[in-house]
């Protein structure tokens, strides 16, 4: 496994470019809002429109609720008491309706918040798993580091902050243009000029004080990848850890990447110091800037001809407007030091967004859509490819994707019904790897491989070297990876599912597990690569094999952990339930359920013999 495995000191950015607030961050940011807003009436277009008309009306109510006190000391100035009873009924109705209209965007932007997490979720998965990207993600690429964390805390982060932003940043327009037009009528262009100007200083100086702040935390959310995929290495090999007493070595590897996590956080702060530092100076600043812009008239003679009295009122009225023109600017740069968690969130989900495009785009060649996936549920039409043939190798070079080892040189074979075959060789010769050529998840350097049928149940069936088990019922597992009830006619007509399934899982050796298990459907809490013993995963890889009944069987070291008398049983199963068989195996015995033995000797090099121990076994069963 490559995800999270990466050095634990390093950037994380593999040879890219540093993640900054750059072009490269607003075409990332612009494709992610693409997903966000996936079009008109969305759903969160919609809440964005309501959030905006409940974010305006707050703007009124605020104004109303801000002139009170003023209306207060008119009141009790006047000693009127009717006018007193009004304006506090006024008062409590305005603070109510404020109260709700606050609470209603908050709501609506946690909403937001749960919607955009959804899309942003679903969109990653539906490239993720389209064709074998995850396969090529986790195994091939090793520039992206934890994809699993990008598509689960980055993504959750990038939606809370981007939302805890949304009700400041739809209503900045508005109060933006209208304090000001506001300003610009009491002070004249001075005014908003000066201010707009000083945003314009406070914002690129704030630039430049976020941009190291963006790759940091890029940094840091790739060690927090790599800390937590530690403990979940631990979580699942806690057996063979326990056996070697792996505990002290292991508390000192886990203990290193969370040092190497909290001394990049250590420097987050410290860059982020600086960010504060900018931010509180400028919004304090900001508070003198309104007597700054009155004070250049008034010194260079302009109000000369007023009297004090009228100058100080003319202060106050113009401070009022530019102070909160300036409130509205203050408002969005103390926003900066989100604006830096979102960048940072948006390079990440950015990279895994194009890495996965692009993996997507790749396809192989040699497989047509049609057969890089399952029929999951189980609906079989007709199938158009010819049915004695499985796989078509011509003149096929294959080396490792990563280093460029040569494994086999100018291989030409046919694999088709009745012709099993068993790969052999030593240890790291490229047995596996042509499997992964035949299963498309390697390209070949050279030559062409055709793959004639689909897979799944009529076409070919792989059971990998490592068994694999998903979560969920003992059915479940026997039937994966469909989906739902196998269609039972289609190849024993009259016999039920149920029926099938026990018999088959009695037919692997596995009598005892639909006791263990409480039954075929009960919903079982346990990970069943902790309770099956390796021979168990195995029998169970059979009976799934057994139940799916393919045509072609692809056995990678299937029975390593079973004794040559189980093994033996298996393989004739399987050839008497009509399967041709292709396997990786070490033991002689195995040869005599094939015909022909590939020889890999390394280094290209191959021999094609024909095996005449080949047993002959009563017909098919099922086909
Ligand atoms: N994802 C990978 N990245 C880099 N090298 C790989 C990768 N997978 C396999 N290899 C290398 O390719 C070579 C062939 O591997 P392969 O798994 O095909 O061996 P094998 O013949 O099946 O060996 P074994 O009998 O041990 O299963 C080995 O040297 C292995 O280290």
Redesign the pocket.
Same mark, same amino acid.
């Given at each position: 496994m490559a995800g999270g495995s990466g050095s634990a000191g390093g950037a994380g950015t593999g040879g890219r470019a540093v993640p900054r607030l750059d072009g490269l961050f607003l075409r990332r940011f612009l494709r992610l809002l693409a997903v966000l807003f996936p079009g008109w009436p969305s759903a969160s277009a919609l809440m964005f429109l309501t959030l905006l008309g409940v974010a305006l009306l707050e703007q009124l109510v605020i104004y109303q609720v801000g002139v009170i006190p003023s209306q207060y000391y008119e009141v009790l100035g006047n000693k009127d008491f009717s006018g007193f009873k009004t304006l506090t009924a006024v008062a409590v109705t305005l603070i109510i309706v404020n109260s709700t209209l606050k609470s209603f965007d908050q709501f609506i932007c946690n909403m937001m918040y749960v919607n955009w997490r959804k899309s942003l979720t679903e969109y990653l998965h539906s490239c993720y798993f389209q064709g074998q990207v995850y396969y090529s993600l986790h195994?091939?690429r090793e520039d992206i580091d934890n994809p699993d964390q990008r598509i689960s805390q980055d993504v959750e982060r990038f939606c809370r902050q981007l939302s805890s932003m949304a009700s400041k940043l739809v209503i900045s327009p508005f109060t933006l243009a209208y304090y000001t037009h506001q300003c610009f009528h009491s002070t004249g262009w001075l005014g908003p000029v000066s201010i707009f100007g000083y945003f314009v200083i406070g914002t690129i100086a704030n630039k430049l004080l976020m941009s190291p702040i963006v790759s940091k935390l890029v940094q840091q959310e790739k060690l927090e990848g790599d800390f937590r995929f530690k403990h979940m290495q631990i979580r699942v090999n806690a057996e063979p850890a326990a056996f070697y007493r792996a505990g002290r070595v292991e508390h000192m590897r886990t203990d290193r990447r969370l040092q190497s996590l909290l001394q990049t956080q250590r420097e987050l702060i410290g860059k982020e110091l600086w960010l504060y530092i900018g931010i509180n100076t400028f919004d304090y600043l900001g508070s003198i800037l309104s007597y700054v812009v009155i004070a250049i008239p008034i010194f260079s003679g302009v109000y000369s001809d007023l009297s004090p009295t009228e100058l100080s009122a003319l202060v106050s009225k113009n401070a009022f407007v530019s102070i909160y023109l300036i409130g509205c600017f203050s408002q969005l740069i103390d926003l900066s030091s989100t604006v830096t968690d979102v960048a940072g969130y948006t390079h990440r989900i950015g990279e895994l967004q194009e890495t996965l495009l692009s993996l997507g785009r790749k396809k192989n060649g040699n497989y047509s859509e049609a057969k890089t996936s399952w029929d999951l549920d189980g609906h079989f039409g007709e199938d158009p490819a010819p049915r004695d043939t499985a796989f078509l190798l011509d003149q096929v070079t294959l080396s490792?994707?990563?280093?460029g080892?040569l494994?086999i040189k100018d291989l030409s074979l046919r694999i088709s019904q009745g012709n099993s075959v068993m790969i052999v /060789?030593?240890? /790291?010769? /490229?047995?596996?790897?042509?499997l992964?050529v035949l299963g498309g998840l390697w390209e070949s350097t050279r030559g062409s491989i055709k793959m004639l049928t689909c897979f799944g149940p009529r076409g070919v069936v792989f059971l990998p070297?490592r068994p694999f088990f998903t979560d969920g019922s003992l059915r479940e597992q026997v039937i994966y990876p469909l989906k739902e009830i196998y269609p039972v006619s289609a190849f024993s007509p009259g016999s039920a599912d149920d029926e099938r399934i026990v018999r088959f899982l009695e037919l692997a050796g596995l009598t005892d597990l639909l006791a263990r298990a409480g039954g075929l459907d009960e919903q079982v809490d346990w990970n069943w690569y902790d309770i099956l013993s390796p021979g168990e995963m195995q029998r169970l890889s059979f009976a799934r094999l057994f139940y799916l009944q393919p045509k072609y069987a692809v056995l990678d070291?299937a029975t390593s952990a079973l004794t040559e008398e189980v093994e033996h049983e298996l393989y004739r199963l399987c050839l008497q339930l009509g399967m041709t068989l292709i396997s990786?195996g070490h033991r002689p015995s195995l040869e005599k359920f094939h015909s022909w033995i590939l020889k890999?000797h390394g280094e290209g090099r191959w021999e094609l013999t024909r095996c005449e121990k080949m047993k002959r076994l009563p017909a098919g069963e099922g086909h």
């Open positions: 195994v091939l490792v994707p990563s280093s080892k494994l /060789g030593n240890t /790291g010769t /490229g047995k596996t790897s042509l992964r070297q070291e990786v890999l």
